[in-house]
């Protein structure tokens, strides 16, 4: 497995592994994984206000991601119900300096309103609260379990082996999400749309074929 070497050893940074990551190597890792990660942690969640992030997220965002925060397969709008909070805090930072190349979401939390880090914060814990879609559109089903050893042997360490993500280390949760989405921004995260991200994650996505991706992308949608 020497190919994957550096990601055994970035996972283990990342994720803190029992017995080899140091916090001090935890954190560089967070932090070149994502700034946005660390400041997210500026408003813990006990200090959000999910109610009142239930009332920004209509006014602001279900015109989009939908009014349960299911997204749209067609559109690759995301599901955003059950996400992880300081994953959410941080793409909404990332969006909003640019970190992440998105016109649309930019122009989203450049607005007065959302420019709050309580707001931002708000919404995301109401988000994270929120009962997730167990209707994602999924892919043609043709290479579920070339998707599933993928995942398991390449992706898993980061994500876990359930696909929730990691709240600590701002890894978002795969799971109830449309495979039109993980499709596209496993290609956008290749394609360096993300300025936060680690390069190597860049490379390792990058060298993943057309079928590959899709037949990962496919195992995903399908865990809800
Ligand atoms: C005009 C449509 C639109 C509106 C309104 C909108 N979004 Fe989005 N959102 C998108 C699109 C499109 C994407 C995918 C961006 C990309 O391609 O990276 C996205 C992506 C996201 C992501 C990234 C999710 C992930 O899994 O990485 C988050 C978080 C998000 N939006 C939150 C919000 C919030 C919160 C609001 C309201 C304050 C909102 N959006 C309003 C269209 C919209
Ligand atoms: C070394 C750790 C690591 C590994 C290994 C890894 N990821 Fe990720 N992944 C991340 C992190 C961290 C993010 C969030 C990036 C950000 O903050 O923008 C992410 C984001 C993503 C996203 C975007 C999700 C969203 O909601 O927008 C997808 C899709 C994804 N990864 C798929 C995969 C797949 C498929 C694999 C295996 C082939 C994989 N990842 C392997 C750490 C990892």
Redesign the pocket.
């Known amino acids: 497995m020497p190919r994957f070497g550096f990601l055994i050893a970035f996972a283990t940074a990342l994720i803190g592994t029992p017995g080899a990551a140091t916090p001090a190597a935890a954190a560089a890792a967070a932090a070149s994984t994502g700034s946005a990660a660390v400041s997210a942690q500026a408003i813990p969640l006990a200090a959000a206000h999910a109610d009142s992030g239930a009332g ?2 209509r006014a ?6 939908g009014p349960q925060g299911y997204g749209a397969a067609k ?6 119900a059950g ?1 992880r909070y300081t ?2 805090v941080a ?2 930072g990332d ?1 909003a300096a640019g970190a ?3 016109d ?2 930019h ?3 450049s ?1 007065k309103a ?1 420019r709050e880090p309580q707001v ?1 914060a708000d ?2 814990a109401y ?1 994270n609260a929120a009962e997730p879609s167990t209707l994602p559109a999924t892919g043609d089903g043709a290479d579920v379990a070339l998707g599933r050893g993928i995942f398991h042997e390449q992706c898993a360490a980061c994500h876990g082996a359930d696909a929730r993500g990691s709240e600590a280390a701002a890894v ?1 949760s795969l799971r109830h ?1 449309h495979y039109s ?1 993980l499709v ?2 496993i290609h ?1 995260i290749a394609a360096g ?1 993300r300025h936060n991200i680690d390069e190597n994650l860049e490379f390792f996505l990058r060298s993943l074929d057309e079928r590959d991706v899709s037949a990962t992308a496919d195992y995903l949608s399908r865990l809800h």
Do not use: E, N
């Not at 559109?75 to 955003?80: E, K, N, R, S, T």
């Open positions: 920004q997220f602001h965002c279900a015109r989009c991601h559109q690759a709008i995301p599901a955003l996400q994953y959410l793409q909404l969006f992440r190349d998105s649309t979401m122009r989203v939390v607005q959302l931002r919404i995301a988000l978002p999400q989405y596209a921004q956008m749309y």
